[in-house]
């Protein structure tokens, strides 16, 4: 499920490939950063803004804010060459 969250594209003599992982290798490490309310928003654009290396990662990066011990927000950071409005109402779906 996914395969395009799930794609590198490394580079072959010089020419960019699609290469699917399988979900083992493609689960992304989920960072935990403990942060407040009045820190949440450039914590969010900092992470927001990392590049993704798209010939060795795959397009989907996790990131859980820690406001509270029962207080978290959770953020998705997808490149947009594997989601777009209608792609990612799927995976919407598939965390509720």
């Known amino acids: 499920r996914h395969e395009s969250l799930r794609t590198v594209f490394p580079e072959v003599e010089g020419v960019p490939c699609q290469q699917v992982l399988t979900p083992e290798a493609a689960a992304p490490r989920l960072t935990v950063t403990p942060t407040t309310d009045t820190e949440l928003p450039d914590a969010l654009t900092s992470a ?49």
């Open 48 to 96: 927001a803004r990392h590049p993704f290396d798209l010939s060795v990662e795959p397009p989907l990066r996790t990131h859980l804010f820690e406001l509270s011990a029962q207080e978290y927000v959770l953020m998705l950071v997808v490149h947009h060459i594997a989601g777009d409005g209608w792609s990612l109402g799927p995976l919407a779906s598939d965390l509720t």
